[in-house]
């Protein structure tokens, strides 16, 4: 069974940071690039950010970028999003994702506001 749990967001003031974590189990997670997308109330979803195994090459949106930074421990199977200097327009719902699957967390709140 496809698992990706996710933790971590909550609140931050603007210029904070946080991180969100995703664990994933049941496929095979070393071989898969994985990647964050958030979806903000009345928007599209986004992409966030992607990673491709072994965490050699990543790619990121242009309104995080220099920000946010993404990065697996394929020996854990876990990605991570360590997210900096973090600003209103942040917030949203974000969601860590297996690329061309349907696997996806459940989604973590991250609001940034003073």
């Known amino acids: 069974q496809v698992q990706l749990v996710q933790s971590g967001g909550g609140l931050a003031q603007p210029g904070g940071s946080l991180t969100l974590t995703c664990s994933a189990s049941g496929f095979t997670f070393r071989t898969f690039p994985m990647r964050w997308y958030r979806r903000a109330p009345g928007k599209d979803r986004e992409m966030v950010a992607h990673i491709s195994p072994p965490g050699t090459t990543t790619r990121y949106a242009d309104s995080v970028k220099g920000r946010f930074t993404i990065s697996r421990d394929d020996a854990i199977n876990m990605v991570y999003l360590q997210m900096n200097n973090l600003k209103p327009e942040d917030t949203a719902t974000y969601y860590c994702?297996?690329?061309?699957?349907?696997?996806w967390g459940q989604g973590t709140q991250v609001t940034v506001s003073s």
């Open positions: 994702n297996a690329y061309h699957q349907d696997y």
